[in-house]
Every structure is written in C-alpha cells, then in structure tokens.
C-alpha cells in the first residue's frame, strides 16, 4: 500500500476528527500517502478526494464533528457505483481506505474491497449500536451529554414537582438510554429492547411513589420507542401528575469529545492504518476484552448486541425507589 484514503459516513460522532488525525499522522510516518475523501461514499463518487497532511489535521483531535464532512449515499448500494468508486480510487492511486462509520457505512466498505481496494472499517457511532466492539466513537461524549442535559431538567423538574420524559437517541438501540439513566439516577429506563408498551406499569409506579412522597420523576426514553409527547399526555392524564417530554435530539452528537473518545479514536484510526500496512483488507476495528482487535467485515456484521446484561439486571434494583 502506497496512498491511503480516508472517509466519514453515516452520522456524526465525536471523536472523529481524532479518528481521522491518527490515521493521517499513523499513515504519514509509515511512508505513505494520505488524501482525504469529503462526504463520505457520495465525495468518492464526486472525486472530491484532497491531499492531507500533518498540518491539515492539525488542532482538531479537540473539536466534534468530521473536518471530512459525512453524508449518506444511497447509490452506493448499487454494484455500478460501487465499480466506480474503486475506479476513481485507482485513479487516484488509492489502493487502501479507512471509512470511518457504522454497520452501514462498513457494507459499503466491504464493497470496496470486493472491487479490489483494501478497505478497513473504524467503529463510529453515538450510538454503541456495533456489534464485534464493546466500544463505538463518540458514545462516551455522547452520554455525558445527555447526562447533563438530564441532570439540568431534574433540577427544574424537581421544583415543579413534575414528571420528566427525556427521550435520548440511539437510534434502534437503548444503550444510550440504559447508561444515560443509571448515570442520571433515572426513576424509569425505557429501552427499544426491554420495553414493551406497558405504559399502564409505569402509571402505577408514579401513583405508588406519589403515595409515598416522591415529587418528582424522570423517565428516559429510547429514541426507537419514540413518542415521548403522547406518552407526557397520557401519564399526565392518568396521574394528574404534570408531564413534559423534552427531545434532546442532536446536541447529543456535537459538543469536543470526551477523554476517553480522543484516545480511543487515536488507537483505532492508528490501527486501521497498520492492518492497511499488514496487507489486511475487509476488516473492522474493534474493542474487545480491554484490547483494540479487528474481524472480517461480514463476521461483525453477522454478530447480535444486546444490552449489557448485567446493567440491564442492576436498573431493575437501583430504579426502584
Ligand atoms: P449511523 O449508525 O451513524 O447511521 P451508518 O454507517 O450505519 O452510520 P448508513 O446511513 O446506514 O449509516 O450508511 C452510510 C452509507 O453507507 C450509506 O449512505 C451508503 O452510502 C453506504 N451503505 C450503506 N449500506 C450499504 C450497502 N448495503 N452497500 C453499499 N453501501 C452501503
């Protein structure tokens, strides 16, 4: 491998820009080539392809967001697109690629490879929703954010005496949800993979902790179950219990990333490079048992995450008061 290329897809995360600096500066001081490729799959279809350096990438390992811009594309999904994409990157003398995404990004990727350009998937996601890594770029930013934000409306919930339904993103996943309302000390933790409609449950339990003096409730919600207004209303209505929902939406994904995010995006974009230098293609990092690993794309896509089983088994205690 002589010229590396990288890319962001999919959403955003903080930790990206980390993501992006390691590779480039990993990439550099192996002898080769670094160019950047904006916005994702489409930029590669535009040849929107520069040349980085250590300079370019340069005072960013602090700020959110991707300097390479990210886009979905929904061309390539189709085989044409993705021939031309491995074509513009031989034209550029691209023969290697870290994209810098989630499990959709990493099908285009592995794309890619399957049109003869060495491709390497680095984990990137709020939402922790990857199977083959216990870890995902810009998670941990991610829920500190929303654990401040849910910190904040307790403070006002609590002198209003409210009930507080703080929907968190996440996507299908409720992993943001489960850490987000321990860390927050949440009343009620409602996740796309635990929460079945019950709402009559939770009715009975803000009735039953009334009786006993609580004047205040917070409840976090998955982003896949959604409708946290109507839900606001009909606890509301049931309870007598003034309810508002509060959307946290995308300050979720913004903000400079956390410690952990920086060094964590550090190790992997530095590991994709290597496995690049090994020869390896088709592959995806990944944080494993307290070490950075790689598996083969399709391996890791085939692979099932649930919740962690034992904070899941801990909520069902600690949120009972
Ligand atoms: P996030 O988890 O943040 O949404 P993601 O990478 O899963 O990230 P997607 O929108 O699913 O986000 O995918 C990003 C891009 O990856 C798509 O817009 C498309 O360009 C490419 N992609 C997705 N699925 C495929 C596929 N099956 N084949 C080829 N390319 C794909």
Redesign the pocket.
Known sequence: VKTIGVLT???DAPGMNAAIRAVVRTGISNGLNVKGIRR??AGLLEEDIFDMNNLTVSDIIQTGGTILYTA???E??HEEY?KKGAEICRKHGIDGIVVI?????F??AS?LAQHGINTIGVPG?I?L?IACTEYTIGFDTAINTAMEAIDKLRDTSESHERCSIVEVMG?TAGHIALWTGIASGAEYILTTEEYHGDIQRIINKIQDRRRIGKKNHIIVNAEGIGNSAEMAKVIEIATGVETRATVLGHIQRGGNPTCKDRVFASAMGAKAVELLCEGKSNRVVGYKEGEFVDFDIQEALAMDKGLDPFLWHITKKLTTR
């Open positions: 897809s999919g959403g994702g799959f979905r594309c929904l390539f999904k993705q995404g989630g499990d959709g990004s099908n285009g794309k996601t939402d929703d996507r």
